[in-house]
């Protein structure tokens, strides 16, 4: 089964925003998948005003 779960960072421990029903110690795939637009603003500096929108 896949359900998209979005979770939280919090002190290096992922923490999901709404319930999840895994039994205790079950283990999971996880794909972690990131807001471009967050990761491209944090190298703006980097990459020049010019190539991100």
């Given at each position: 089964m896949?359900?998209?779960?979005?979770?939280?960072?919090?002190?290096?421990?992922?923490?999901?925003?709404?319930?999840?029903?895994?039994?205790?110690?079950?283990?999971?795939?996880?794909?972690?998948?990131?807001?471009?637009?967050?990761?491209?603003?944090?190298?703006?500096?980097?990459?020049?005003?010019?190539?991100?929108?």
């Open positions: 896949s359900k998209v779960v979005k979770m939280r960072c919090e002190k290096g421990v992922l923490k999901p925003l709404e319930p999840v029903d895994l039994d205790e110690g079950e283990k999971v795939l996880i794909t972690i998948k990131r807001d471009i637009r967050k990761v491209l603003k944090k190298y703006r500096g980097v990459l020049g005003k010019s190539s991100i929108k």
